[in-house]
């Protein structure tokens, strides 16, 4: 019993861990037919944009967009970003790159009929790309010229970038909310915000809230209470996050506050007041938060 209980685990994990290659290498697919196909019709290559000659831009974006499909087949599957996704993204990442610059290379046209693997090796493709390639700067599109040794620097920065925008969709899964009893990933069931125009009001609120039992009157009139509401949003006006989220398997609740305080311009968050709060088995709060 117990044994089948593991390799049923462990067929669980295989399985989960197969879909999840299969959504990420389809996004790291489709990433690089987006950059060669807007390339080649456009002639601009969102893949090498950057900002102030060394920020990847493009490249950060797409290997976010790239590693996406590792982010939501793993919340799909319930997998936990291992550190063999890690180097699974980065191995991707590499190869994707190489994708992006052949798919350049099958495509340009040397006009009169001639196609550039015509006449070049991909190597011989690659060599003269890497280091006779121009850079285009922001969003006008200034052109810089040939810059020599620069482009290999160049490839070599959009790389990390490419890397960076996918380790961080690996980062966003690894802080990613979880049952600590299931170990899958827990659902959004509620969202509420409310409004406090002065510091008495939001510290009555955000002491009082647990210390009152959850399930009863007074945490629902809590939940509900907007004595900020209509007022001007003024410097030290404090707003409260709050997300409930449940556990698709075994149902255990769990809400999530955040706080943030406006300052001269714009509200900011005030991290020590982040707070996590488990609520009790066969308790749903869901009618609770969503009540207006
Ligand atoms: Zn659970």
Redesign the pocket.
């Known amino acids: 019993m117990q044994r089948d209980l593991l390799v049923g685990r462990d067929l669980k994990n295989i399985v989960g861990n197969f879909g999840v290659s299969i959504f990420g290498i389809a996004t790291f697919l489709l990433t690089v037919i987006a950059v060669v196909a807007v390339n080649q019709f456009t002639h601009f290559n969102f893949f090498t944009l950057s900002f102030f000659v060394v920020v990847p831009a493009g490249a950060l974006l797409c290997g976010a967009a790239a590693a996406s499909g590792y982010y939501f087949g793993s919340l799909l599957f319930h997998t936990r970003p291992t550190v063999l996704i890690l180097i699974q993204i980065l191995v991707v990442a590499a190869i994707a790159q190489f994708a992006i610059y052949y798919g350049e290379y099958r495509l340009l046209d040397l006009g009169n009929g001639r196609m550039a693997s015509d006449v070049v090796s991909f190597s011989e493709y690659l060599d003269i790309y890497l280091s006779h390639t121009s850079l285009r700067v922001g969003r006008a599109g200034t052109n810089t010229g040939d810059i020599g040794d620069y482009g290999r620097i160049l490839a070599f920065i959009q790389f990390l970038g490419f890397v960076v925008g996918g380790v961080s969709v690996w980062l966003m899964l690894r802080v990613y909310p979880v049952?600590e009893?299931?170990g899958?990933y827990l659902r959004t069931l509620a969202k509420k915000q409310q409004i406090f125009s002065t510091q008495e009001d939001f510290t009555r609120y955000y002491d009082n809230l647990f210390e009152v039992p959850v399930d009863g009157p007074h945490f629902a009139q809590l939940m509900k209470w907007q004595p900020g509401k209509g007022d001007k949003i003024v410097k030290g006006t404090i707003q409260t996050q709050t997300t409930l989220r449940g556990?698709p398997?075994?149902h255990?609740q769990r809400i999530s506050q955040e706080v943030k305080v406006c300052g001269d311009k714009e509200f900011r968050d005030v991290p020590q007041l982040t707070r996590h709060i488990r609520i009790p088995d066969g308790i749903d709060l869901k009618p609770v938060v969503k009540a207006v």
């Open positions: 049952c009893k299931c899958r556990c398997n075994c255990t």
